[in-house]
Every structure is written in C-alpha cells, then in structure tokens.
C-alpha cells in the first residue's frame, strides 16, 4: 500500500516516525509532507527524512486562511502523481479533504476533545480515528481506541534510549531544569494563554535558587532570559526531558513528553481546569506523573517544593509502571493502517 503522512508539528513526526519504518519493512511505501515550518523542518533535516512541503505556515488568522486554497491545490497536485491509498495525519482538514476528492482514505489521530475544528470538519471527512483509550469522546464506528498515550509511539522505552552524551556534547549543566514557553499562535490556541513575561522571570529567579534553568520558547527570549536558552538542536530535546530534574511549562506536547520521561512534571495554562483534556487528567490522576495546576500561586509554590527537593527517583518508578501497563503502540497503529 502507499501513505502518506502529513506532518505539522514536530511531535507528528516522531509520532509516526516507528510507524512510518515498519511499514516500509514490511513492503509499503510512505511518502512523507511536512508544514513550511522552521522547527519542524530542522527536526526533518536533523534526521536526514526526506519530505516535500504542501504549505506555509502562517501565524496570523488572516494568513492561515488565505493560506488554505494554495495549501488544498498543491495537495491535490502531490496526491494525483503520487497516488496513495491513505492519507494519514494528526487531524488535518488538508488532508481529509483532499482524501475525500480524490477516492482515497484517511486516518486522523486527534488527542484533545477541545479542538472545535477537529470535531466540527475533520473527524466527519475521515475514514477512521484513533485516540487513545482515556479520550472523552465518541465518534461512532469509525472510532478506534488504542492503550496509552501517542508519545508511547517514540518515549517507550523498547524505542528510545537517552544517551548522556549529548548533555555533555552542549554544556548542559548538573541539576537542571526545562522550562518550555509556547507562542500561543496555533488554530486550537485562539482564546488561551499562558504564563505572562512577569511570571517567567519570577520562576525563573526562584528554581536558579537550586539549579540551572534551560528554556525553550517559540517566542524569543527577552534579554534577562536570555542566558537561560537551551542550546540544544530541537531533535535532541528528549534527551535533555529524560535527564532533567524538574519540567515547568505552559506547553501540553512537551508536558506529557516531559512525565513520560519520568521527570518531575509541572503544567499550567488556561487549559487546565474542569474541561481540561483527558490524558492530562489521566496523567495526573491515574498515574501521577503530572500536574496539572490551574493559579501562579499553586504554581509557585508546587515549583518550590520541586526544586528544593529532588522528586526524580519517584518518578522514574512511576513512569516504569506506567510502560508496564501498556502495549506496543507502533504494532497496533501499523495494524490499523493495514486494515483500513
């Protein structure tokens, strides 16, 4: 068979990345289309994946949707000379769409039960979803459900190996701590927010107290954070998650990332609360590997007890117990596409 695998965000392509190998040993061919976009091209180049480019990546409302016609006709272009069976992605209306015109089938893969787009356009266009089992909605026949969570796909531990290594290669310094900042500009994000530029320097003044503090922004740093910028390449990031002391973000890939790792996990935005996304909660409740908190204050202060005393050991232990309860993600997903 032949797929294709849009991608639009770096996670999506180590979402699939173990998928994408399988299916190519057992005989089929992948074709691989990624997103005009700086970081997740440069994870692309950084492991040598060879992808065409369907669209740019707009920031702005206005260019994202002027963006949209050029983005479908180049699709459609891609789509009839390569001929593929499946369109697979994380829940591109792009890519269901053009699916849908062109006689081919699709498969999303949607994680957050609050991306109105996904709901209202996408899940209707394809094929087939798959979510993970904790997912809080229900699409009906079409709907397929999968144990853990898809960062299982590339952090298990049958997948991946943290190589101390590069701690050293980059200068990163014992204890440390991740921050990771989001830029708040994506479709789903209209409407949200997160930590404020006054925050940001006040968790930052208060975990140097016990260690060093790297931060990965999509915005850049102002010049008082600037000291603190990860220098590590973007396809390295893992490496740094698994041996970090301590994870504080207002980011939701890297939050579960992060606790999937077994580090100790802190998340806050204007997610958080009694609509939060269910695999938060599950992380949270279920496993304890995250925390999700809702006020600055709670923040400050689960960011103190953290910092002052390493909660690393307890996490490792619970993140071992976690892998235990789940099976081959890659396995099952290469499965589903087989048989679509």
Same mark, same amino acid.
């Given at each position: 068979m032949r797929y294709i695998f849009e991608l639009n965000h770096p996670k999506h392509y180590y979402q699939f990345k173990y998928v994408m190998r399988i299916l190519k040993e057992r005989g089929h061919e992948c074709l691989v289309l990624a997103r005009d976009k700086d970081v997740l091209l440069n994870v692309l180049k950084e492991e040598n994946v060879l992808y065409e480019i369907f669209g740019k990546h707009g920031k702005k409302m206005s260019e994202k949707i002027l963006g949209t016609f050029s983005i479908i006709r180049n699709y459609? =272009?891609? +789509?009839?000379?390569?001929? $593929?069976?499946?369109?697979?992605?994380?829940?591109?209306? &792009?890519?269901?769409?053009?699916?849908? /015109?062109?006689g081919c089938k699709s498969v999303i893969f949607p994680d957050s039960e609050v991306v109105k787009v996904t709901n209202k356009y996408v899940v209707p266009l394809a094929t087939k979803v798959v979510t993970p089992?904790?997912?809080?909605?229900?699409?009906?026949?079409? =709907?397929?459900?999968?144990?853990?969570?898809? *960062?299982?796909?590339? %952090?298990? $531990?049958? +997948?991946?190996?943290?190589?101390? /290594?590069? %701690?050293?290669? &980059?200068?990163?310094?014992? $204890? &440390?701590?991740v921050f990771r900042f989001v830029g708040w500009f994506a479709n789903h994000d209209v409407g949200n927010n997160g930590f404020t530029h006054e925050q940001k320097l006040q968790m930052v003044h208060e975990v140097e107290k016990y260690m060093k503090v790297y931060i990965s922004s999509e915005k850049p740093l102002p010049d008082e954070l600037k000291h603190c910028q990860l220098p590590v390449p973007a396809s390295m990031i893992h490496h740094v998650l698994a041996y970090a002391d301590l994870y504080l973000g207002d980011s939701q890939t890297m939050a579960t990332e992060a606790a999937l790792l077994g580090t100790p996990a802190i998340r806050s935005n204007s997610f958080v609360g009694e609509n939060d996304m269910t695999n938060f909660k599950v992380l949270e409740n279920q496993y304890g590997l995250l925390k999700?908190?809702?006020?600055?204050y709670? +923040? %400050?202060?689960? %960011?103190?007890?953290?910092?002052?005393?390493?909660?690393? *050991?307890e996490w490792l232990e619970k993140k071992d117990r976690y892998f235990v309860s789940t099976g081959d993600s890659n396995k099952r997903i290469v499965e589903i596409l087989e048989n679509v």
């Open positions: 459609k =272009h891609i +789509v009839a000379r390569f001929k $593929p069976d499946v369109i697979v992605s994380k829940a591109s209306f &792009y890519g269901c769409y053009t699916a849908k /015109k062109c089992n904790s997912f809080g909605l229900d699409y009906g026949k079409k =709907h397929v459900r999968i144990n853990g969570f898809f *960062e299982d796909c590339y %952090l298990a $531990p049958t +997948v991946f190996k943290p190589d101390a /290594k590069i %701690l050293e290669q &980059y200068g990163i310094e014992k $204890p &440390y701590a999700n908190i809702v006020t600055f709670e +923040v %400050l202060n689960v %960011l103190k007890d953290f910092s002052s005393k390493s909660k690393k *050991e």
